[in-house]
């Protein structure tokens, strides 16, 4: 059973770079194309920040595009999130989401990691 | 792109049939059939319930049950029951290459 595990700093100072990790374990990160992030602030609804391919293609969303970026290391089984600039507004729980078919991206989570943005 | 309209809450007491609506445009709801629903209980990771508009994953309840006409997704959760209390968000893909959520419903169960 592939699982799902976000990694990174807590806490970001305003305008600095919010960086997370998404550890794979119970199998390899091949296993399904598509990688996601999805992240919900405080109090509010879900946001879909955008997805990886294998290949490294990369679709964001129109709102974060000027300041998100992903990658993805097959190697050590794990894809990844940066976010310049941050803000008040970017402190959120953030996800990594595996797809589960084609078109279907958001099929298996991980739990979830709080971001707060914060002097 | 502007997130999909949902109905801030919908309730309903337990046996009876809900549905939740979920409003796009003919740029994301009306232009493709990958639509998504999640069910989630705040804390915890939300769960993947029903994709393509009307399928369900394995393991999901046939109680729960998706359809579409337009630019207008809905989800039916029939015989509510207490553990479907929880807030639910659809998803739609997007002719921009993207995806966007619906603004989220809230379930009480009565």
């Known amino acids: 059973q592939v699982q799902l595990q976000e990694s990174g700093p807590g806490l970001v100072k305003p305008s600095e770079t919010l960086s997370l990790t998404c550890g794979v374990s119970?199998?390899?990160?091949?296993?399904?194309?598509?990688w996601s992030w999805v992240r919900q602030p405080p109090g509010k609804g879900l946001e879909w920040i955008g997805e990886?391919?294998?290949?490294?293609?990369?679709n964001y969303n129109p709102s974060l595009r000027n300041r998100v970026s992903m990658s993805v290391d097959k190697a050590n089984n794990h894809f990844s999130l940066r976010l310049t600039s941050v803000s008040a507004a970017d402190t959120a729980v953030y996800f990594c989401v595996r797809e589960l078919t084609a078109f279907v991206p958001l099929g298996y989570w991980g739990q979830g990691t709080l971001v707060t943005v914060s002097s | 792109q502007s997130a999909l309209t949902q109905p801030a809450s919908v309730s309903g007491s337990p046996g009876q049939s809900i549905t939740i609506s979920c409003t796009g445009t003919?740029?994301?709801?009306?232009?493709?059939?990958?639509v998504s629903w999640f069910q989630h209980h705040p804390g915890k990771a939300p769960k993947l319930i029903i994709y393509?508009?009307?399928n369900r994953p394995s393991g999901i309840s046939d109680r729960f049950s998706g359809s579409k006409s337009g630019n207008t997704a809905s989800l039916t959760i029939s015989g509510l029951q207490p553990e479907d209390e929880a807030d639910y968000y659809c998803?739609?893909?997007?002719?921009?290459?993207?995806?966007?959520f619906g603004t989220g419903t809230k379930v009480t169960v009565l």
């Open positions: 393509e508009v009307f």
């Open positions: 119970g199998g390899s990160i091949t296993i399904t194309n598509w």
């Open positions: 998803i739609s893909y997007t002719t921009y290459y993207s995806y966007v």
């Open positions: 990886i391919s294998l290949g490294g293609t990369t």
């Open positions: 003919s740029s994301d709801v009306g232009a493709f059939n990958h």
